[in-house]
C-alpha cells in the first residue's frame, strides 16, 4: 500500500516555473514506477511524466517535454516535477500516482492515487 499527498501547486504567469513535490508513505515505495497525470476541467485525465523505480529512465508527454523534469529521492520517498517555461494549457489539477508496472502512461495501470494538487498559469 503505497499514500500519496502533492504539494507545490499555485498561481503562477505564463514563463514561470513550478516545483511539484509528491510525498509517499509506506514501505514499498522504491519498487514502483511514479508518474504525474494532470486533468484540466472538462477533460480526461492525462499522462505527464513517470520515472522507473530506479531513477534511471524518465519518460514524457510530448506536450512538456523539454520543459518538465521528473525525479525521485527514494531515501526520501518523494517524487518532484519542475515544470518550467508554463503555459496557460498546463493549467489543472496534477496527480502524482504509482504503477507496478515498469513502464506506463495509462492511467488505468496505476494502483495509488493522490488528491492532486491545483496549477493555474494565468496568460
Known amino acids: 500500500q503505497v499514500q500519496l499527498v502533492e504539494s507545490g501547486g499555485g498561481l503562477v504567469q505564463a514563463g514561470d516555473s513550478l516545483r511539484l513535490s509528491c510525498a509517499a508513505s509506506g514501505r514499498t515505495f522504491s519498487r514502483y514506477t511514479m508518474g504525474w497525470f494532470r486533468q484540466a476541467p472538462g477533460k480526461e485525465r492525462e499522462f505527464v511524466a513517470a520515472?522507473?523505480?530506479?531513477?534511471?529512465?524518465?519518460y514524457y508527454a510530448d506536450s512538456v517535454k523539454g520543459r518538465f523534469t521528473i525525479s525521485r529521492d527514494n531515501a526520501k520517498k518523494t517524487v518532484d516535477l519542475q515544470m518550467n517555461s508554463l503555459k496557460f494549457e498546463d493549467t489543472a489539477l496534477y496527480y502524482c500516482?504509482?504503477?507496478?508496472?515498469?513502464?506506463?502512461?495509462?492511467?488505468?495501470?496505476?494502483?495509488?492515487w493522490g488528491q492532486g494538487t491545483q496549477v493555474t498559469v494565468s496568460s
Open positions: 500516482a504509482a504503477s507496478s508496472i515498469v513502464v506506463s502512461t495509462m492511467k488505468n495501470e496505476y494502483e495509488f
Open positions: 520515472i522507473i523505480w530506479s531513477g534511471g529512465y524518465t
